[in-house]
């Protein structure tokens, strides 16, 4: 779908709601079916540009006079549920710093990368996370420059930087079917020159739990939190997970969906202290890398439906992430459970 964002403190008390446990595989329906004027937000998790597959798109554009790199079939196998999805959400791990193309620890993709995942049927980019520093302020401003002109196009929108002087962006306020959806993106903090961090959401209480009441401001009927947190490896959350997850529901999130730690961790349902259910994916994993090292190449789309502003129903699908040759000639992202 075309977007484009709605341009553009709060009162919060800590209490102490009940968490209960829930496996990711078993969130349950919070209510009754949906309505047919339901909006469908799918979500998926961190899209990497490893030196490996900047390599096998350069190698896969081989003698194409038109383009330097062929990023099929990175996301084509899921590409057909995203774009039948009302709003599609992607973590974009990456900037686009321009030339020369890197991997890890400096991510700078080609701005190729970024139309590759949009065409794929992604609306919205998550901007906020530990690489969006990796070229310092000279890279973030082109990746913002770069995603702010696919914005004019209308293909994109895009949260989580710019921040806190981009109100327009952060909250981000999109309209879907008449609904409008609030998102929130937000980094635990950045790899490398902490001294600009302040054009980056960073996982501060001050600047992090306002914006879900702006969003609520400005008409949002449904607000979507998606952090980026948590310690890398770990199946499990770990308490600051835990704590935040907390105040964001308190805060008034409907939903939470967060990424970072490259793997799946457990889910749960948090009761606020007004009786809300506010369901919490701690980590979805990764969408597409060059990760191999144990369950970092299995992840999660998280599907949500939302019917006057109330979540009707929660679901994911398992994925797994090939690695060249071991489902395709190049990497690829696919169904698996």
């Avoid at 501060?204 to 401001?217: C, D, F, T, W, Y």
Wanted: charged residues 20%; glycine residues 8%; proline residues 6%.
């Amino acid at each position: 779908m075309a977007l484009a964002p709605l341009a553009s403190s709060c009162n919060f008390r800590q209490s102490q709601p009940a968490l209960s446990n829930v496996a990711s595989q078993s969130i349950p329906e919070l209510l009754p079916a949906a309505r047919p004027d339901t909006v469908t937000i799918r979500i998926i998790g961190d899209v990497m540009l490893h030196q490996g597959q900047i390599d096998a798109a350069r190698n896969k554009a081989a003698g194409d006079t038109v383009r330097e790199f062929n990023f099929t079939p990175f996301l084509d196998y899921i590409a057909p549920k995203l774009k039948e999805a009302d709003l599609a959400i992607a973590g974009m791990e990456f900037t686009l710093g321009g030339e020369p193309y890197t991997g890890y620890p400096a991510f700078s993709a080609p701005d190729l990368y970024a139309e590759y995942v949009a065409d794929c049927g992604v609306d919205v980019f998550l901007a906020a996370n530990n690489h969006i520093l990796d070229r310092g302020a000279k890279g973030l401003r082109r990746t913002i420059w770069y995603y702010d002109l696919m914005e004019s196009e209308g293909r994109i929108a895009y949260t989580g930087v710019g921040a806190p002087q981009d109100t327009t962006h952060n909250p981000l306020i999109v309209r879907v079917k008449d609904q409008l959806i609030g998102i929130v993106n937000f980094t635990y903090g950045t790899n490398r020159y902490p001294e600009l961090e302040h054009q980056v959401l960073i996982q501060q209480g001050s600047e992090v739990l306002p914006l879900i009441a702006k969003a609520k401001e400005r008409g949002a009927v449904f607000v979507l939190v998606c952090p980026h947190w948590g310690e890398e490896y770990q199946l499990q959350h770990n308490a600051s997970q835990e704590r935040w997850a907390i105040d964001l529901a308190q805060a008034g999130a409907d939903a939470i969906v967060g990424a970072h730690p490259h793997v799946v961790q457990d889910a749960a349902n948090i009761t606020t202290t007004d009786g809300r259910k506010v369901p919490v994916y701690y980590s979805i994993g990764n969408a597409v890398s060059n990760m191999s090292a144990p369950n970092t190449q299995d992840e999660l789309m998280v599907t949500l439906r939302i019917s006057e502003g109330k979540l009707v129903d929660i679901s994911h699908d398992w994925m797994h992430c090939y690695l060249p040759g071991q489902f395709a000639d190049s990497y690829a992202t696919v169904f698996f459970r």
